[in-house]
């Protein structure tokens, strides 16, 4: 087990507490230590803080995820925002625990992520020249890399997993966005022209197509999916 927390005392306290539990911990009280020591042995799980000195925990968590390091990760933080909960899961994490938190509920957690084990690597989705890796969040078109925002790829990655198929603006709300979001609901239309502005106009495609009255659809035809 990895504890990166910047917080002496309390990596004290819980290493000794998963010690006794029967865990073998190390313990970084910096990011760049805690991505070093992550990156050099392999662990069953790391306990990962987000606010840290040298490297933030989200990218931490996003640098090992890139790297095809699909240790469990349980993110245990002050950050208590719906939205650093989203982030934090959106860039690889497992679980996510806000302090201060019980130690039997920890011991709990980190058990059910270490029987689960690293998880497997997502396979990527292909369409025509348009390529998604959905672990690293990264897009291709023509293998020219594409730069998108979370919630761009997001609605990328939603669209292709239903290719050729004709989306709501109401399944994509729920899907992408909340099934209880309550603002604007052109913010789809909005994020639609984004994704097009970027993956399709720059290469003379309109891969994104709009279906008056009913919703929009990816169109192409998916290549056997890679690893």
């Known amino acids: 087990m990895l504890i990166v927390d910047d917080e002496v005392k309390l990596t004290r306290s819980l290493s000794l507490g998963l010690q006794a539990e029967g865990f073998s911990v190390d313990v970084a009280n910096d990011g760049t230590d805690g991505l070093w020591m992550a990156k050099e042995h392999k662990y069953d799980a790391i306990v990962l803080d987000l606010m840290l000195p040298g490297i933030n925990g989200f990218k931490i968590c996003e640098t090992l995820r890139k790297a095809g390091d699909w240790t469990p990760i349980l993110m245990l933080t002050a950050k208590d ?4 909960q989203i982030e934090g899961l959106e860039t690889g994490a497992d679980d996510y625990l806000t302090k201060p938190v019980s130690f039997p509920l920890l011991v709990a957690r980190l058990q059910a992520i270490t029987r689960r084990g690293s ?3 997502p396979a990527d989705l292909q369409i025509d020249t348009l390529r998604i ?3 690293a969040r990264r897009v291709w078109r023509n293998e ?3 730069s998108l925002t979370a919630r761009e790829f997001a609605l990328l990655h939603h669209l292709a997993r239903h290719v050729d198929e004709v989306l709501s603006k109401q399944q994509i709300l729920e899907s992408v966005w909340d ?3 309550d603002g604007d609901p052109n913010i789809v239309e909005v994020y639609i022209r984004h994704l097009r502005n970027k993956i399709d106009r ?4 309109e891969s994104i197509q709009t279906v008056r009255g009913a919703g929009y659809r990816l169109s192409g035809a998916p290549v056997d999916r890679v690893t």
């Open 202 to 205: 720059p290469f003379g495609l």
């Open 119 to 121: 998880v497997v690597k």
């Open 133 to 135: 890796n959905p672990a």
């Open 179 to 181: 099934m209880n979001f």
């Open 144 to 146: 020219q890399q594409i």
């Open 81 to 84: 925002g719906e939205w650093d």
